[in-house]
């Protein structure tokens, strides 16, 4: 293959990964600049769902369904583990596979009685290093890819892992709090994830109290923000902001939660911000002294001031203000010790996080 072909497929893959859209819409586009320098007669790409233990087909042509299935069941995954293909940097021919062919069920079974006789398979890692998935594709020849087309595979794998990496939708959606200092990502089996461009923060770990108060919420609403303190005796305050992600391949990842500094408080006092907490979480009155074992006088007294403070006619105007805002702590929270579970709604504002 020319110079002029290896920049000619490099530059059509460079303006794909710079498409909008989804991860599937760029993913299939890669298979057509990668035809000429791979010369398949079938290709996939998938990416890795961790909480699943499974590969997720993103794009794919030329391959039967029984082989779609195949790919995206726990028996490829722990085959591709089996050959290295969960970390592997280089591409692999069949040839050159450090299990024999013959002894994989999808070489076995499913490859070779579909008619393919080599292929040429790669790991999809960012620049930054995070494994995403596969690339794969194989011909009916049985004439093995060269080294040539081997290299220039090699060379290409980072750019193309950028093209299909979820994670870019994930930095844009946390781009929209522009104050954040701290980030993770949230996963539906519980789990948290780096998020790439920030660094985390032992308030956003996956056994603290502010998450824990995050993933209730986020089950709730697609954008909520409250605030946490930042220790036991809640001296310091702190917004966390919890934002839905979008449904996209591979599938696991619920929500980017943040940490950033608290916005104006109004002069709430700590109290009426736990207060708020109740507002927001429907309490009467009599649970709101219950909960913060105080008089119905001196409850009715905080409202008050809450109502004054943001300017609000009513203690539902107040409430929803403060759910817009996170101007409150949420209910459930107390201080003196470390901070309980919420209940089920929204809380309130953090202070100016620690980076870990």
């Known amino acids: 293959m020319s110079a002029a072909d290896r920049g000619r497929i490099s530059?059509?893959?460079f303006e794909i990964a710079t498409m909008h859209g989804s991860v599937e819409r760029r993913a299939q586009a890669l298979l057509e600049p990668l035809a000429p320098l791979l010369r398949y007669d079938a290709a996939w790409i998938s990416l890795l769902d961790p909480e699943?233990?499974?590969?997720?087909?993103?794009?794919?042509t030329g391959y039967s369904e029984r082989v779609r299935r195949f790919y995206n069941g726990a028996a490829f995954m722990a085959e591709m583990e089996l050959i290295g293909l969960n970390a592997r940097h280089r591409p692999i021919r069949a040839k050159d596979c450090p299990v024999p062919v013959a002894d994989l069920e999808v070489w076995a079974d499913y490859l070779e009685p579909a008619g393919f006789g080599?292929?040429?398979t790669t790991s999809l890692l960012t620049p930054d290093g995070r494994y995403l998935g596969i690339l794969g594709s194989h011909n009916e020849s049985s004439v093995p890819p060269s080294d040539e087309v081997s290299d220039e595979l090699h060379r290409l794998a980072p750019l193309i892992a950028h093209a299909v990496d979820p994670m870019r939708g994930i930095t844009a959606l946390a781009g929209l709090v522009g104050d954040a200092a701290a980030g993770v990502v949230l996963t539906h089996g519980g789990r948290?994830?780096?998020?790439?461009?920030?660094?985390g923060d032992p308030l956003l770990d996956v056994d603290s109290p502010a998450l824990a108060n995050a993933t209730a919420l986020v089950g709730l609403h697609s954008h909520v923000t409250f605030l946490v303190p930042c220790d036991p005796e809640g001296t310091d305050l702190a917004r966390i902001t919890a934002l839905t992600c979008p449904p996209q391949p591979p599938g696991h990842h619920r929500a980017v939660v943040l940490l950033s500094p608290p916005p104006d408080l109004h002069g709430l006092?700590?109290?009426?911000l736990q207060v708020l907490g109740l507002l927001v979480d429907g309490s009467t009155n009599a649970a709101i002294a219950a909960a913060l074992n105080i008089t119905a006088r001196t409850t009715i007294g905080h409202i008050e001031h809450v109502m004054t403070k943001l300017d609000a006619g009513s203690r539902t105007i107040a409430a929803l203000r403060a759910q817009r805002e996170g101007l409150y702590i949420p209910a459930g929270v107390t201080f003196g010790a470390a901070p309980a579970p919420p209940r089920s709604r929204?809380?309130?504002?953090?202070?100016?996080?620690?980076?870990?």
């Open 11 to 13: 530059a059509e893959i």
């Open 52 to 60: 699943h233990r499974a590969q997720r087909t993103v794009a794919i």
């Open 118 to 120: 080599e292929g040429l």
């Open 192 to 199: 948290t994830e780096p998020l790439p461009g920030l660094p």
């Open 269 to 272: 006092t700590r109290r009426e």
């Open 346 to 356: 929204r809380r309130s504002a953090p202070p100016t996080p620690r980076s870990r």
